[in-house]
């Protein structure tokens, strides 16, 4: 299974000194897979530790944290060489010791010729960090791009990569497109579906549908885990209700996220703030600001802390919590499809590092997505998941804010991708479409 991100880690490795890699992001994204096989098959050997596999590696860091000392109780704890020259050093799950995540910044001052890489599922939870000491990614369920590299279909995949622009082109991808709204980007989920091809599809289905379920039961018990001061029966609340509201909009735009109802005698922001960080830096959701008014760059300066959307971080998560079936989701026909196409455009963006995004409204209209390109000018995006795409809120916006391009996503084919300023794209061009935008 490819991903993406593998070629930054391989520039990483390239540099003749460099800092300690850190990957981040929710578990069960692949961080371990991307260090050992994907990086690490391009080194000698590999010395990896996992500290909530091996809670006994700690030993290692409770002395010295001079890189070479590190190394030396590193060798003598697990009984294997290292050789900084040509090895690669994994430290796993590094927030569960503290102290090897201030060895870092000893790794990044004095041995900056080593090879040295961590991973995490709660980084940002962690009290002290080696602000400026890492190379930091996140890493996020696979995109819709790695979920046709794992597909193993290179028509289809070439077909992708080309933006081609033809019928036959599109019942394929969106047939496509619509399979990965039920896996999703979890890497077991994806590599099962396809692992499965030539099984019936309701075994497919069934096998998915228990992975997806033991995912869910594992975020669940984290949050009793790590939830440290946090109420982590609130962090659950608001956890299961980001899909609850996300599914009660009908044929509208997503609509903020309310604080009301969620949990017993709390209706306020500042109540379920600290569940609503606590999920965030855990990478679990993900942040939308609408922004009123003409939009203007930086978008960030306009944004209000209290008023927000929630996007899940995976929609294949999403549609399991929901009890959406696969069947209802290939059928295009379920009442609640336009959110599951947010939710996907919203993957997405925060893919491509538009973290957070943000969203525009005025008194009678809304766009689902605004972006910056590099000169700060702003360009608005709509989302239509089916084949009606007549959209009023992007007239209203180019009637308001007269933007120099436009980009409307839909469940169609859409018009040939080398039009400049009226975009209209298939959904599944998301990727193509804003990584072209951010690139002018």
Request: net charge neutral.
């Amino acid at each position: 299974m490819q991903r993406s991100l593998t070629q930054q880690l391989l520039t990483w490795k390239a540099q003749p000194t460099r800092k300690p890699l850190l990957i981040d992001g929710a578990r069960q994204t692949g961080k371990t897979y991307l260090l050992t096989s994907l990086l690490g098959q391009t080194f000698r050997r590999v010395l990896h530790i996992d500290f909530l596999e091996s809670p006994e590696m700690a030993e290692a860091f409770s002395g010295s944290l001079t890189p070479q000392d590190v190394i030396t109780s590193l060798e003598l704890l697990s009984g294997q060489p290292f050789d900084p020259a040509s090895d690669l050093l994994i430290l796993d799950e590094i927030g569960e010791c503290p102290r090897a995540v201030t060895a870092l910044k000893y790794f990044a001052e004095k041995a900056p010729h080593f090879f040295v890489a961590a991973s995490g599922s709660n980084i940002g939870l962690l009290t002290a960090f080696p602000v400026g000491k890492v190379e930091q990614y996140n890493l996020r369920p696979l995109t819709f791009h790695e979920f046709l590299m794992a597909s193993g279909d290179a028509p289809l995949l070439t077909a992708f990569e080309q933006q081609a622009n033809s019928a036959a082109a599109h019942t394929r991808l969106f047939d496509a497109l619509t399979d990965y709204y039920f896996t999703g980007g979890m890497p077991e989920a994806v590599h099962t579906w396809f692992q499965l091809k030539e099984s019936s599809i309701l075994e497919r289905v069934q096998t998915v549908t228990q992975i997806h379920s033991d995912l869910v039961a594992g975020y669940l018990r984290d949050f009793g885990k790590y939830a440290g001061k946090t109420d982590a029966s609130l962090i659950e609340a608001v956890f299961r209700n980001v899909p609850a509201q996300l599914s009660a909009v009908l044929d509208d735009s997503v609509q903020r996220f309310r604080f009301k109802g969620i949990y017993e005698r709390k209706s306020r922001y500042g109540e379920l703030e600290s569940a609503i960080t606590w999920l965030e830096k855990c990478r679990l959701v993900l942040k939308n600001y609408p922004v009123e008014g003409t939009p203007r760059y930086p978008l960030a300066a306009y944004k209000k802390d209290n008023r927000f959307k929630l996007y899940l971080f995976d929609t294949g998560l999403l549609n399991h919590m929901l009890g959406m079936s696969y069947k209802a989701i290939k059928q295009q026909g379920y009442e609640y499809k336009g959110f599951v196409a947010e939710n996907f455009v919203q993957q997405e963006l925060v893919a491509l590092g538009q973290d957070p995004t943000f969203a525009w409204f005025d008194a009678r209209a809304e766009m689902e997505f605004i972006v910056a390109d590099d000169a700060g000018r702003i360009v608005p995006i709509e989302v239509k998941s089916g084949k009606r795409t007549r959209a009023k809120s992007l007239q209203s916006y180019i009637d308001k804010c007269a933007p120099h391009k436009t980009i409307k996503l839909t469940g169609t084919q859409g018009s040939s991708m080398l039009e400049q300023h009226n975009i209209v794209a298939p959904l599944y061009y998301t990727g193509h479409v804003v990584r072209g935008l951010l690139s002018e």
